[in-house]
């Protein structure tokens, strides 16, 4: 259920966070919130990740992780971060393209050759640079994390071929990327916040979403939408983001602190990633899902209708350089 905050309550938080952002004792503590649940992949990650900033400055910096949406929705998180109250929180790079452009580019279907491909892009030049587009927003990212690919289930059919998808009401992201996408192969974008979507599948608002494999598990869609068809259209990742008001308030020291352990968090999330992968895909199967594995071929029928999307961008200078630069990383 989506967290809905009441003025008063929200002002609560905001004392709240306000009064333990800083030092006392000589210790600095960092909130950092999310909406994801314990079990997930990210949120192991990021316990991985307090550990070593602990480590690091010897109990001098310490990060105190609120799970599952207890300090509000991630649009929520983000605002926080704005105003400083605070310090940091996950987004999907979908929800960041409204306030750094660069990140639209992550969205984009088919962008990726390969998860190697991403991962060198995500590691490299490229992935350093839009970290820091957001910083304009008050928005920095420190590291992107592994979200997978994005699918399409549904309820009453396969979708094995674009043609499956005409009228169809499909749930996506707060994205213009993700709606331009779904709307190219003929459905109906529906953005919905995800914490509605189970409520949204059992009364028909939707037909279907799209999302990866242990997000379709964890919060039990598979007991409404019976269909998985993993076409992979998308592998949008994960970013962790700080507020770049509680970034300036550190050291140079604690800044290297909290980036060495970001960095080190990164491939220790990709691993937790693919055992939950190949876990929530072995659970939905057990329950009855159909699950389809396109060939390379039968993808490229949904590449291929999409990829008008490509030449959309070349009015927009910055998105389409991004595309020839990642087009071009081997």
Not at 89 to 107: C, D, H, I, R
Not at 254 to 260: F, G, I, P, S, V
Request: hydrophobic share 40%; with cysteine.
């Amino acid at each position: 259920m989506k967290l809905k905050l009441s003025p008063f309550n929200y002002i609560l938080i905001l004392l709240f966070l306000l009064a333990s952002c800083g030092k006392e004792n000589d210790v600095r503590v960092i909130k950092l919130a999310h909406v994801l649940n314990p079990q997930h992949s990210v949120h192991r990650a990021m316990l991985f990740m307090a550990d070593r900033v602990a480590e690091k400055s010897n109990g001098k910096l310490k990060l105190e992780i609120y799970h599952s949406g207890q300090l509000g929705s991630e649009s929520q998180c983000l605002e926080l971060l704005q105003i400083g109250s605070l310090g940091i929180t996950k987004v999907s790079t979908a929800s960041m393209e409204g306030f750094a452009p660069s990140y639209k580019v992550l969205g984009l279907p088919y962008i990726f050759r390969s998860k190697e491909h991403m991962f060198k892009v995500e590691d490299g030049p490229i992935g350093k640079r839009i970290l820091k587009d957001g910083e304009k927003a008050w928005l920095r990212g420190l590291c992107f994390f592994d979200a997978g690919s994005r699918s399409f289930y549904t309820k009453d059919k396969p979708i094995e071929q674009p043609k499956d998808l005409d009228g169809m009401k499909i749930r996506v992201m707060k994205s213009i990327t993700a709606s331009k996408m779904v709307s190219e192969l003929g459905a109906s974008p529906m953005p919905l916040p995800f914490g509605e979507l189970y409520t949204a599948l059992q009364q028909g608002v939707v037909d279907g979403a799209e999302n990866n494999p242990p997000s379709f598990y964890l919060t039990k869609h598979y007991e409404v939408c019976k269909y998985y068809t993993l076409n992979e259209h998308t592998s949008v990742p994960d970013v962790l983001v700080i507020s770049t008001i509680i970034w300036d308030r550190l050291s140079d020291q604690e800044k290297q602190w909290l980036q060495e352990a970001a960095n080190e968090a990164v491939p220790v999330q990709r691993e937790y990633w693919a055992e939950s992968e190949a876990e929530a895909l072995a659970a939905v199967k057990a329950a009855g899902v159909e699950v389809t594995q396109l060939t390379e071929e039968e993808k490229a029928a949904f590449s291929d209708q999409v990829s008008v999307m490509y030449e959309d961008y070349k009015q927009d200078t910055l998105v389409y350089n991004l595309i020839q630069q990642i087009q071009a990383v081997e």
